[in-house]
């Protein structure tokens, strides 16, 4: 299998995309045609357990690394998740499931690929024939910082710089990263949202001067956001599991339709979906669910993406993004594949903070997609209404998304229509205590580890040990930088020339 740049020519194979993580021209790697998992390999993957189904998609993908290598990779890396699936189907009613993708190292759903893409980069160096070092860059709005953090602490051969919005996080997400153990680990605040973060990422992609003075040290960049197809692509898997769960749970039969709810904020979590409805999983739609920051729930109602409008940060942190990168892989499909076309677009959307897709493209996009939005008093609301019948508390994430698809079974839907619908939760509700506190019962709390203790009370759910641990481990990054490329720029290149000595990891 090969990938194709969404803005040039650019080929290159699944290992080298993983290696490069974004193409040349700035555009993100797309697979140059999308494999098929036949109707008799869904009845196979039944047999499977969930390392051996992950494996099984990415070799669709990633043949180049060897299928036995895939297979060994997702046992590894599954093997820290607590019980026995990584990614559990939980009946809350009738027609209503819940994909809990938070039973890893760091509770949040980004662990399903972050505790793979090691393995693949790490294999994809050794298929490329690489002996550089690699610098792992990323930004954050919450989840995946932590999440790269711990994936790839202590790899040989790699080192890990993190970029997050310093007021924009919750106090549990900061925790987690500045607490970070690991000798190859860097950590700091930015001045800014998550969009300046991502922005100030792919400019150094992009700095032919900053590559250079890297490749001089013997280190190549990669990322670990989703604009890199090695974290995008685990997550496909977990789409064709939940289906199969409920093939095999007889609430289905293959071949039957369902419908996907996912919390969105850069677009790669439900692009995968999307990736999966084209290798032949029976999806009718894809529920596209933004909190007040509704530029995506605008652009599937006007075909017009504009990010000139007021930022909010909200209870649903990790969705407090105005420019979702991954968007771009779809409108590439969308447009017929005009790699010229995508250009001029985001070449627009950099220069004038907006551009427009056409009608028919739109359309395109509205048979598979349905886009809504939760005010924080809609969250609320849904996530209270499904305790309070059910007893199942959700995150802050999670409880967007169950709201919006209330609206789009209210609008979209025949209320006789019994399709089933797959909600993905994307984060353990302790990572949010003090907001999922006040949602399911009223009460505000200031301490984060004060709403653990309630939390715990009100709903008897066990709080994650590596949660409740965070109160007694020592900072070990401090930095905060202005939102200056410059700055940002000089503070990676002193991490990886080891000027920068952060904190002991050890408790004091």
């Known amino acids: 299998?090969?990938?194709?740049?969404?803005?040039?020519?650019?080929?290159?194979?699944?290992?080298?995309?993983?290696?490069?993580?974004?193409?040349?021209?700035?555009?993100?790697?797309?697979?140059?045609?999308?494999?098929?998992?036949?109707?008799?390999?869904?009845?196979?993957?039944?047999?499977?357990?969930?390392?051996?189904?992950?494996?099984?998609?990415?070799?669709?993908?990633?043949?180049?690394?060897?299928?036995?290598?895939?297979?060994?990779a997702c046992e590894k890396a599954y093997s820290t998740f607590e019980g026995d699936d990584p990614a559990p189907l939980v009946r809350v009613n009738e027609g209503l499931y819940i994909l809990e993708l938070y039973h890893g190292p760091t509770c949040a759903f980004k662990d399903m690929a972050l505790t793979v893409l090691p393995y693949l980069l790490k294999r994809s160096l050794e298929v490329t024939g690489s002996k550089d070092d690699v610098l792992i860059l990323a930004a954050t709005s919450g989840d995946t910082g932590k999440a790269a953090l711990e994936g790839f602490k202590n790899v040989k051969g790699t080192?890990?710089?993190?970029?997050?919005?310093?007021?924009?996080?919750?106090?549990?997400?900061?925790?987690?990263?500045?607490?970070?153990?690991?000798?190859?680990?860097?950590?700091?605040?930015?001045?800014?949202?998550?969009?300046?973060?991502?922005?100030?990422?792919?400019?150094?992609?992009?700095?032919?001067?900053?590559?250079?003075?890297?490749?001089?040290?013997?280190?190549?960049?990669?990322?670990?956001?989703?604009?890199?197809?090695?974290?995008?692509?685990?997550?496909?898997?977990?789409?064709?599991?939940?289906?199969?769960?409920?093939?095999?749970?007889?609430?289905?039969?293959?071949?039957?339709?369902?419908?996907?709810?996912?919390?969105?904020?850069?677009?790669?979590?439900?692009?995968?979906?999307?990736?999966?409805?084209?290798?032949?999983?029976?999806?009718?739609?894809?529920?596209?669910?933004?909190?007040?920051?509704?530029?995506?729930?605008?652009?599937?109602?006007?075909?017009?993406?504009?990010?000139?409008?007021?930022?909010?940060?909200?209870?649903?942190?990790?969705?407090?993004?105005?420019?979702?990168?991954?968007?771009?892989?779809?409108?590439?499909e969308m447009s017929g594949r005009k790699a010229d076309v995508i250009k001029t677009r985001m070449e627009n959307l950099a220069k004038n903070g907006e551009y427009s897709i056409t009608q028919t493209e739109l359309q395109k996009i509205k048979q598979d997609f349905y886009g809504g939005y939760a005010t924080e008093d809609d969250t609320v609301e849904a996530m209270y209404d499904i305790f309070e019948e059910y007893g199942y508390a959700m995150d802050t994430h999670t409880g967007v998304a169950v709201a919006v698809s209330n609206v789009y079974k209210e609008k979209e839907v025949d209320e006789k229509d019994d399709t089933p619908l797959i909600v993905l939760s994307t984060a353990n509700p302790y990572k949010f205590p003090q907001d999922v506190l006040y949602a399911l019962s009223g009460n505000d709390v200031k301490d984060s580890f004060k709403g653990v203790k309630r939390l715990n009370l009100l709903t008897a759910m066990k709080p994650p040990k590596a949660l409740t641990e965070l109160r007694y481990k020592p900072l070990r990054f401090k930095t905060t930088l202005p939102n200056d490329l410059k700055k940002m720029s000089a503070s990676v290149l002193d991490f990886v020339d080891g000027n920068i000595v952060p904190e002991p990891a050890s408790e004091k």
């Open 159 to 332: 080192k890990v710089a993190v970029f997050f919005p310093d007021e924009g996080v919750a106090k549990m997400q900061r925790l987690q990263m500045c607490t970070q153990s690991g000798n190859n680990v860097y950590v700091a605040a930015v001045k800014g949202n998550f969009d300046d973060c991502q922005r100030a990422v792919k400019n150094l992609f992009a700095d032919e001067a900053f590559n250079a003075g890297l490749k001089e040290k013997g280190v190549c960049l990669s990322s670990a956001n989703s604009i890199n197809f090695g974290r995008l692509a685990p997550q496909i898997a977990y789409y064709f599991s939940a289906y199969i769960d409920l093939v095999t749970s007889e609430q289905i039969e293959v071949g039957d339709e369902i419908d996907f709810a996912v919390p969105t904020g850069n677009f790669g979590d439900i692009l995968a979906g999307w990736y999966a409805k084209q290798m032949g999983l029976p999806v009718r739609r894809l529920i596209c669910a933004s909190n007040r920051n509704r530029v995506l729930a605008d652009f599937f109602t006007t075909g017009s993406y504009n990010v000139k409008r007021n930022f909010f940060r909200t209870m649903s942190p990790s969705m407090d993004i105005l420019i979702s990168s991954n968007l771009e892989r779809l409108l590439f």
């Open 1 to 72: 299998m090969y990938f194709i740049s969404t803005r040039s020519g650019e080929c290159v194979t699944g290992a080298e995309a993983i290696v490069k993580g974004l193409a040349s021209d700035g555009g993100l790697f797309v697979p140059e045609k999308f494999p098929e998992i036949t109707r008799d390999e869904l009845n196979k993957m039944a047999e499977m357990n969930y390392p051996e189904r992950a494996a099984f998609v990415l070799n669709k993908y990633l043949d180049d690394l060897g299928e036995d290598f895939l297979k060994e």
